[in-house]
């Protein structure tokens, strides 16, 4: 069973079966798609782009081919439970703490998390508390939480449930999952793993340890963003006798759609078929032409790349090029790449860009995107005058009410300088370093607001805010 996708299987075999449709969708396996949309999906797939049929097995109430699919990804994973998700990994996120939390529990929560962790604690009710990770000031970017912050943290609030962590972040920064499971686990706690940019690391010792082989009781992985399935696929992941698995199942029900579309099924199932057979050479392959593309890029004048961090672990098939020595930002930089050299990066921020380096890349794009950072980097002037941001203390506030209290209590919006000692109703983050310093629900001080004015004044970017000028600020009525 192992060598074959058993929900692409049950697919074609229903296809073939030459039933004729009375049945949704209204194409009707294809016969009456416009001619985009055949040239789009092909006609095959479209043939098999069918739901809900008795052979096809329900989502909501998986009993034959995906219970199989989803147990052979657990074996592959090391799982006890996977769940396949069509919503995202967003879904997969808010599905994992609607398992473990109720409204008002305490949870440990990075203050840079993903913004559909703030929706999961809008959803559960539960209460954060908020932990800053580490920050690199030389490339002006979150690294992770350490253990130390988590230390103190279980100390001064021992009631909490647990802590939700974003492991790998989007630089590919991995906190040390193994420790921090130990401590969580000895203190009668849970660790949630949003692991959306680690879906490739159980496959090989040279990347950091996958949530779950560190002792995760839950994690969410975004399949589709470094592996072989359709965006919009990911896969929710639980080993843990400490998690009840039937609150699992409902409140990954809660968050699908009824309506599952099976291609983006098959395409998990097929993910994992790919990495049964070959998963251990294709991440190698990608992690070789990692170091490949470091190299080159340690050779080129004035670029920047990092390759060990103290304290933390590093994905190698993210690589992040540091252009701060050309006094030329990040974001100059990539549409530079895009326009002139036909060269997209994953992410641009004020000081880098990142790439993302998949078994999907060869010889060929990586040879390109290095003759392009040489031609780049030939026609700039270094600056060594570049101007860093990180050396501004962030104030940080207390939480009033829930974020879900504070997402449906009745706003209005203030000047900000009439803001003080209110409650702040939107998320205020300034770019670098990319952390908020205002949630839903927490109250606005005077050292926030003037932090505020001063980071306006050398025009750091303002992200999530209803007014991107900030001259208002919505509060709580």
């Known amino acids: 069973m192992k060598n ?22 209204g194409h009707k ?53 996977v769940f396949f998700m069509i919503n995202g990994t967003t879904s997969a996120v808010q ?63 021992p009631q909490s449930k647990g802590l939700i962590i974003v492991s790998p972040n989007y630089y590919g920064i991995s906190a040390d999952l193994k420790k921090i499971s130990e401590i969580l686990h000895e203190n009668g706690m849970f660790l949630m793993v949003d692991e959306a940019h680690g879906a490739h690391l159980h496959f090989s010792e040279k990347l950091p340890i996958s ?26 992941m639980m080993k843990s006798k400490l998690i009840d698995v039937e609150r699992v199942k409902k409140s990954v029900s809660l968050l699908q759609s009824t309506s599952p579309n099976y291609l983006l099924l098959a395409s998990l199932d097929i993910a994992r078929l790919q990495m049964q057979q070959h998963g251990k050479e294709l991440i190698e392959r990608a992690i070789n032409l990692s170091q490949r593309l470091r190299t080159a890029i340690e050779e080129i004048g004035g670029l920047k790349t990092f390759e060990k961090i103290k304290n933390f672990s590093l994905d190698l098939t993210k690589v992040t090029i540091n252009v701060k020595n050309f006094g030329i930002t990040g974001i100059e930089t990539e549409k530079i790449l895009r326009h002139k050299y036909k060269i997209q990066c994953e992410l641009s921020d004020i000081n880098n860009l990142l790439f993302l380096i998949t078994f999907a890349d060869d010889d060929f794009t990586i040879e390109k995107l290095i003759s392009a950072l040489k031609n780049f980097s030939s026609n700039k002037k270094i600056n060594s005058l570049s101007k860093n941001f990180s050396d501004l203390n962030i104030p940080h506030s207390d939480l009033v009410v829930t974020p879900r209290q504070a997402f449906f209590s009745e706003k209005i919006s203030v000047d900000l300088k009439d803001a003080i000692n209110k409650i702040c109703a939107e998320e205020i983050t300034f ?29 750091r970017r303002i992200i999530g805010a209803t007014d991107n000028s900030l001259s208002t600020i919505k509060i709580i009525r």
Do not use: W
């Not at 996708?5 to 049945?23: E, N, R």
């Not at 789009?40 to 219970?67: C, N, W, Y």
């Not at 606005?444 to 980071?455: F, G, H, R, S």
């Open 4 to 25: 074959f996708a058993p929900i692409a299987d049950a697919m074609k075999k229903y296809s073939d079966d030459g039933a004729i449709a009375f049945h949704t969708p």
């Open 29 to 81: 396996q294809g016969r009456g798609a416009h001619s985009l949309l055949k040239n789009l999906i092909t006609a095959e797939g479209l043939r098999q782009e069918v739901s809900l049929m008795e052979e096809l097995d329900d989502l909501h109430d998986p009993k034959t081919f995906i219970k199989d699919a989803q147990k052979l990804a657990a074996d592959l994973f090391n799982a006890d439970e």
């Open 95 to 157: 599905a994992m703490i609607l398992s473990v939390l109720n409204p008002n529990d305490l949870i440990f929560v990075p203050r840079n998390a993903h913004r559909c962790v703030m929706n999961g604690l809008i959803l559960s009710g539960a209460r954060p508390i908020y932990l800053t990770p580490e920050f690199d000031s030389e490339f002006e970017i979150n690294l992770n939480l350490s253990v130390e912050t988590i230390q103190n943290a279980i100390k001064k609030y």
């Open 211 to 236: 949530a779950i082989d560190a002792g995760a009781d839950i994690s969410a992985q975004s399949t589709h963003k470094i592996l072989g399935s359709l965006t919009q696929t990911s896969m929710l």
């Open 431 to 459: 770019y670098p370093p990319g952390i908020p310093i205002l949630q839903f629900g927490e109250k606005i001080t005077k050292e926030i607001v003037e932090y505020i004015e001063t980071n306006k004044k050398i025009g």
